[in-house]
């Protein structure tokens, strides 16, 4: 079975809280705020791999989502940024939204494109889930061809090659 389409439901992570925070110790006037800033939501990531064929990974797990900033601490201490989600995709994808739009057509080994960005620290994501439809358009050597063995498969190449001999250095 060869998935060719598939739709998928992307969402960027969330954004960490911040942390409200108050230095108090004994000795020191003027403690004041210490809190630290939440973490980045993680990107959703399309990227394309040439090892990557068909679409069928999406067909079983279309909701696709990028990890969510941790949350700030005392101290002046920022939470982590959440980590980002990379979709592996053949190459020659076209990615377009629910209504048909083209949003991107990925060409080239390792060309990547960001379906769904993240909340910044301490603000959530503002576009929510996103539907989107992948298209890969199938490279011809990736097709299979049927028959007896060795019977018309010389039509796809009528050159036979050609080797080069010649002596072979001391």
Same mark, same amino acid.
């Given at each position: 079975? =060869?998935?060719?389409?598939?739709?998928?439901?992307?969402? &960027?992570?969330?954004?960490?809280?911040? *942390?409200? *925070? !108050?230095?108090?110790?004994?000795?020191?006037? #003027?403690?004041?705020?210490?809190?630290?800033?939440?973490?980045?939501?993680?990107?959703?990531? %399309?990227?394309?791999?040439? @090892?990557?064929?068909?679409? !069928?990974?999406?067909?079983?797990?279309?909701?696709?989502?990028?990890? *969510?900033? #941790?949350?700030?601490?005392?101290?002046?201490?920022?939470?982590?940024? @959440?980590?980002?989600?990379? %979709?592996?995709?053949?190459?020659?994808?076209?990615?377009?939204?629910?209504? @048909?739009?083209?949003?991107?057509? !990925?060409?080239?080994? &390792?060309?990547?494109?960001?379906?769904?960005? &993240?909340?910044?620290?301490?603000?959530?994501?503002?576009?929510?889930?996103? =539907? %989107?439809?992948?298209?890969?358009?199938?490279?011809?050597?990736?097709? *299979?061809?049927?028959?007896?063995?060795?019977?018309?498969? #010389?039509?796809?190449?009528?050159?036979?090659?050609?080797?080069?001999?010649?002596?072979?250095?001391?």
């Amino acid at each position: 079975m =060869l998935h060719d389409r598939a739709k998928i439901y992307v969402e &960027g992570g969330t954004g960490g809280n911040g *942390s409200v *925070s !108050l230095r108090r110790e004994a000795h020191v006037p #003027r403690g004041g705020p210490d809190g630290g800033d939440g973490g980045h939501g993680g990107d959703v990531v %399309l990227e394309v791999d040439p @090892g990557v064929h068909t679409l !069928l990974d999406f067909h079983y797990h279309p909701h696709q989502r990028a990890g *969510s900033g #941790r949350p700030g601490q005392g101290a002046h201490r920022n939470g982590a940024n @959440g980590a980002d989600r990379v %979709l592996r995709v053949p190459d020659g994808t076209v990615v377009q939204t629910a209504g @048909g739009e083209v949003l991107a057509d !990925l060409v080239g080994a &390792g060309t990547r494109y960001v379906v769904a960005g &993240g909340g910044r620290g301490g603000l959530p994501v503002d576009a929510g889930t996103t =539907l %989107l439809t992948l298209r890969a358009l199938l490279h011809p050597l990736h097709l *299979s061809v049927h028959g007896a063995p060795l019977q018309g498969r #010389r039509d796809l190449n009528p050159q036979p090659p050609v080797l080069e001999t010649g002596a072979l250095p001391d």
